[in-house]
């Protein structure tokens, strides 16, 4: 990105038929940069938390607390930060079950972005989506920890049919979580991606693909040219309205690439 860009973020999230909230997230900016020619980073973090209510809604607040405050207290490269900051936040599960063994099972997902003028990097862990539309194209750039994105890439190799694939009762099985235990797999880019003016991402938990990739699509599109709390307020609208059985917690943080003159 040669020219200055603001990245002008929103928040929104739906309890959905679930009996608590069990998902967290966290934004953070610096203080205004004063070099005209500077753009001000963003961190942004979404958690989706596990392990019963109340467990669930610990270690969602802790990972995503715990990760901006390690990410911000460093001054290494953004790798090494993102690194430690997603270790760090694993640590903090471990050592509140280690302080509270009614606590034990409990662990969280994880997605954290970095933007600044160089572009997005990101890590994550679990099945929270970091979605990137451009011109009218709609893409997921994060991996997929789920047990049903292995189910899908099995039905697009032919090995079972599309229908088993989606019917499988375990397809929200996490193949990793922050847990306090190692950690499984991992997301972890850090070669930026370019943004440009007129981009919009959007970090959300799982709850947010009740909607299909073209239905999120056809609501950015819609709305790109109104603030972003537009487009949060009316993807939450969508999922809330499917009317889906234990529609799940749903969490996301929009954020617009505009031009700062």
Known sequence: MSAKVEFVHATGSSQGKRKAQEDFSSVWQPEEIEATTATRPLLVVVADGMGGHVGGQIASKLACEHFIRSFTRETEDVGPR????????????AAAVDGDRGLNGMGSTLLAGYLDA?????VS?????????????LYRVNADHSHGARLDKQAEA????????????????????????????????????????????IFATDGLLTLSGDAIATLVRKHRQDAPERIADELIASVDKSQVPRQDNTTLVVIQIKQNP
């Open 82 to 93: 993102l690194v430690q900051a997603l270790e760090d936040s694993n640590d903090s599960i």
């Open 118 to 122: 160089t572009g997005l990097r990101w």
């Open 125 to 137: 862990v679990g099945d929270s989506t970091l979605l990137f539309y451009r011109d009218g194209n």
């Open 158 to 201: 032919g090995l079972i049919s599309k229908q088993a694939a989606k019917a499988d009762p375990r397809r929200h099985a996490l193949h990793s979580a922050l847990t306090g235990d190692r950690i499984p797999l991992q997301d972890l880019s850090l070669q930026p991606v370019l943004l440009i003016p007129g981009d919009v991402l």
